[in-house]
Nanobody, 127 residues
Framework: QVHLVESGGGLVQAGGSLRLSCAASGLTFSMYAMGWFRQTPGKEREFVAA?????????GYAGSVKGRFTISRDNAKNTVFLQMNSLEPEDTAVYYC???????????????????WGQGTQVTVSS
């Protein structure tokens, strides 16, 4: 069974940085495209960043985080990362890691594309 566990969230001042990690087990990690989403109370989960399976060079970002966040993966460690720089209060949310099996080199920005989700890690950015 596939399990995803996020870590690295916390409290940070605006302008600061955090690095989130998502450790995967129960899968052939290199065959899974990975994504990061975030959600605040009463709002729908929104796309943040995604990275393709295999090469790890194909990635996409939401416009609100482009240039500030970087998604990466270490297939040898079955882990995907989200480096978050220049954080803003609007980035405050629970951040979720997601995985979906993919034969292509594509990444996916829709939540409905993913089959497995972690439980989330809280990121709070103070002003």
């Amino acid at each position: 069974q596939v399990h995803l566990v996020e870590s690295g969230g916390g409290l940070v001042q605006a302008g600061g940085s955090l690095r989130l990690s998502c450790a995967a087990s129960g899968l052939t990690f290199s065959m899974y495209a990975m994504g990061w989403f975030r959600q605040t109370p009463g709002k729908e989960r929104e796309f943040v960043a995604a990275i393709s399976s295999r090469s790890g060079f194909s990635a996409g970002y939401a416009g609100s985080v482009k240039g500030r966040f970087t998604i990466s993966r270490d297939n040898a460690k079955n882990t995907v990362f989200l480096q978050m720089n220049s954080l803003e209060p609007e980035d405050t949310a629970v951040y979720y890691c997601a995985a979906t099996h993919s034969w292509s080199g594509s990444y996916y920005s829709r939540g409905s594309d993913y089959t497995t989700w972690g439980q989330g890690t809280q990121v709070t950015v103070s002003s």
